[in-house]
């Protein structure tokens, strides 16, 4: 049995910055409600890292395991909160929480009543431009090897023994960087050195001598 470690406060505190404190999908923004989900089963990942949590609702909670909310919209809901997008326009007109109404009759002189809506601001800084985090489809792919690594990887040496933060190590050794921090100029080199990490696995290399794919080339993936 495996005993599994409480996510760190700290850890909570910036998914829930990182997602402005509201849901992805439907902007609900009760924190009864909300939870971090990971995006990479606890199971499989056995650790919790900040760039495979995710702040949902627990009704979108439920829609994630159900698959009624795809796996891309979750991808695609993280990468945006990662960019500081998570700004979602509401009806206009509509009060919601930002909203502070203060109200009072002031003795009877002025029956006042102040409304402010202020506009949500994002804590973010956004990704610097020209680096792979600054183009969706891009990060997508880099990201997608780097899951399909991770897969591969999980054949060989079992579910629960495949430890992430090691990819993302070497990944910084040879380029000098976290992946999506690097220059798009390098976005070629990384995708070949993820592809050829994958073929090196174990899984990789027989796949490899059958002639069968281990993974779909970036135009596929752009597809799908
Ligand atoms: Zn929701």
Same mark, same amino acid.
């Given at each position: 049995m495996t005993t599994r470690k409480a996510l760190p406060k700290r850890l909570e505190k910036t998914i829930y910055q990182q997602f402005g404190? /509201? =849901?992805?999908? =439907?902007?609900? /923004?009760d924190v009864s409600t909300l939870q971090i989900h990971h995006i990479e089963p606890h199971a499989v990942v056995q650790e919790h890292s900040a760039e495979n949590l995710l702040l949902t609702c627990a009704n979108c909670h439920q829609k994630i395991e159900d698959r009624r909310i795809s796996a891309r919209d979750v991808h695609r809901a993280k990468f945006e909160a990662e960019q500081g997008g998570n700004v979602r326009p509401k009806a206009s007109g509509t009060a919601n929480s930002n909203t502070v109404t203060v109200s009072g009759d002031n003795h009877g002189m002025v029956a006042n009543s102040i409304s402010v809506q202020t506009l949500k601001t994002s804590i973010n800084v956004a990704p610097m431009s020209g680096t792979i985090s600054a183009s969706y489809s891009r990060r997508n792919y880099a990201k997608y090897l780097i899951d399909r690594y991770h897969d591969f990887k999980r054949a060989e040496v079992g579910k629960g023994n495949v430890r992430h933060a090691v990819l993302y190590k070497s990944i910084e050794r040879e380029f000098g960087a976290k992946w999506d921090n690097l220059p798009e100029e390098r976005f070629e080199a990384l995708v070949s050195y993820l592809q050829r990490r994958i073929d090196s696995t174990r899984l990789g290399k027989n796949r490899k001598a059958r002639g069968q794919a281990r993974y779909s080339a970036f135009d596929e993936h752009q597809t799908k």
């Amino acid at each position: 049995m495996t005993t599994r470690k409480a996510l760190p406060k700290r850890l909570e505190k910036t998914i829930y910055q990182q997602f402005g404190a /509201q =849901c992805p999908f =439907c902007g609900e /923004q009760d924190v009864s409600t909300l939870q971090i989900h990971h995006i990479e089963p606890h199971a499989v990942v056995q650790e919790h890292s900040a760039e495979n949590l995710l702040l949902t609702c627990a009704n979108c909670h439920q829609k994630i395991e159900d698959r009624r909310i795809s796996a891309r919209d979750v991808h695609r809901a993280k990468f945006e909160a990662e960019q500081g997008g998570n700004v979602r326009p509401k009806a206009s007109g509509t009060a919601n929480s930002n909203t502070v109404t203060v109200s009072g009759d002031n003795h009877g002189m002025v029956a006042n009543s102040i409304s402010v809506q202020t506009l949500k601001t994002s804590i973010n800084v956004a990704p610097m431009s020209g680096t792979i985090s600054a183009s969706y489809s891009r990060r997508n792919y880099a990201k997608y090897l780097i899951d399909r690594y991770h897969d591969f990887k999980r054949a060989e040496v079992g579910k629960g023994n495949v430890r992430h933060a090691v990819l993302y190590k070497s990944i910084e050794r040879e380029f000098g960087a976290k992946w999506d921090n690097l220059p798009e100029e390098r976005f070629e080199a990384l995708v070949s050195y993820l592809q050829r990490r994958i073929d090196s696995t174990r899984l990789g290399k027989n796949r490899k001598a059958r002639g069968q794919a281990r993974y779909s080339a970036f135009d596929e993936h752009q597809t799908k």
